[in-house]
């Protein structure tokens, strides 16, 4: 068999892209498989959330190719990602398409998957630990308790029209607990929307900085409080909004020096 | 300074458990961290939902002791458990307190804390992934899609009085997407309900049985058929229901003979 053929099946064996779960930033909170993933990568087509340790891991011949995907600021539009990634996939490399939390928690996985579905190339998923996982374990809480709440919602304070609406009248119930991500700047919507369906103005809100980096912040709010609280915090960092929950005392005590 | 007092010092500053999620089965589902935490443990104290492969990991010299937690069958009572975590956690040994999934997920994770606080003994929680995550990445899918659903929700189906109820009307719309933990046995009652609060009767309803284990199932249902399907398919292993979801094509064409 002449060498061509063989590279060619080779690379048609590998047309593949691994969609990776970076998880909140410490890289200790990867999973071993992803780990392993990061560590294989010839190609890695990476979020801005992905944090630089994580980064670090990758081999230093991988292709780094950041598509400056987050909340607001400037990103690659979905459609130049998905042409990346079918580019890529194709190749034969190994690539990973390295998303920070969990892959399948407000990732944009769908687009992605349709696309590499629609050019025939492979793909699977490595579950991440989604940044309400990870905030919750800092404030020593759980997302669900008995006798408090029976379900947790993770959900977004922004659709593609601008502010999402949710069913406000049930989150605003004494025992709920959600998870807001992308919430920092929808402070003063969440605010409005919980007092005008009834929420207890001392209801409990804590929003986590950075979860599990160096520079993690606790910022223990109120929903009355929020608004105010979130701009003396002045966050510049990723941030998850848990409605319903206060950090335990311990945890608290733990972070130094946040004026609020 | 005497041998003595000097391992006392030690113990004291070892006055500590570890709440680690396990994750769902897969050993290389692990984080880093919950790795760490198991290689270095004295102590492991585990439900029996967690997988042998992951318990396997553990030192030949640590000490394993079963608590038989899971959603039904016979455990040692909650009182029983604080206590031999707070024998443990004052030992100055390297106590791991090993839950399936994510400790923060219908894991009792705060009766737990708080018996420990009571006693003065410190602790710390490592995520894990959980059971809806890796289910979710075994079809294929994501948890929230721009344009569907901007909130998903993990639930129970039970409470501490029998089948938990829920904003059934909400969860009944198109749209909507919730992982229902726990699952199994009520599937005549959330089809109940479903169909009760309107919920198109072909809503996809997807069951994944063993996620991420060798032995993993993936049952495609919908509300109508739901109860008829799982008692066809006869379960025995922890099972994930998602409500609203499907398993996308490709990954069913994956599993390998699964008669329904």
Chains 1, 2 share one sequence.
Not at 59 to 85: T, Y
Not at 229 to 244: C, E, I, R, V, Y
Request: one cysteine or more; hydrophobic letters at 45%.
């Amino acid at each position: 068999m002449s060498k061509l053929p063989s590279d060619q099946n080779a690379a048609a064996a590998l047309r593949h892209v691994a969609f990776v779960g970076a998880g909140p930033g410490d890289p200790d909170l990867l999973t071993r498989k992803a780990y392993g993933a990061l560590l294989a990568a010839d190609v890695v087509i990476y979020d801005r959330l992905v944090s630089g340790p994580i980064l670090d891991l990758c081999r230093a011949e991988a292709a780094m190719i950041s598509v400056g995907k987050e909340g607001f600021g400037p990103s690659k539009p979905q459609a130049d990602i998905n042409a990346l990634l079918v580019e890529h996939g194709q190749s034969g490399l190994r690539v990973v398409r390295l998303k920070g939390g969990d892959p399948t928690v407000f990732g944009r996985l769908d687009e992605e998957i349709e696309a590499l579905d629609a050019a025939g190339i492979g793909w699977e998923v490595v579950p991440g630990i989604t940044a309400a996982s990870a905030s919750v374990a800092a404030i020593g809480q759980s997302l669900t308790k008995r006798g408090r709440n029976q379900a947790v919602r993770f959900m977004t304070a922004h659709d593609m029209q601008g502010f999402a609406e949710h069913d406000w009248h049930a989150l605003a119930r004494e025992g709920e607990v959600a998870a807001v991500y992308m919430g920092k700047r929808a402070a003063r919507f969440v605010q409005g929307r919980m007092l005008m369906h009834g929420a207890a103005p001392a209801t409990p809100v804590t929003v986590i900085e950075n979860a599990s980096r160096p520079d993690q912040r606790i910022i223990s709010s109120s929903i009355v409080r929020l608004e105010a609280d979130l701009a003396k915090a002045g966050l510049s960092g990723p941030a998850l909004m848990f409605l319903g929950l206060a950090p335990r005392a311990a945890q608290m005590e733990l972070q130094e020096g946040i004026a609020l």
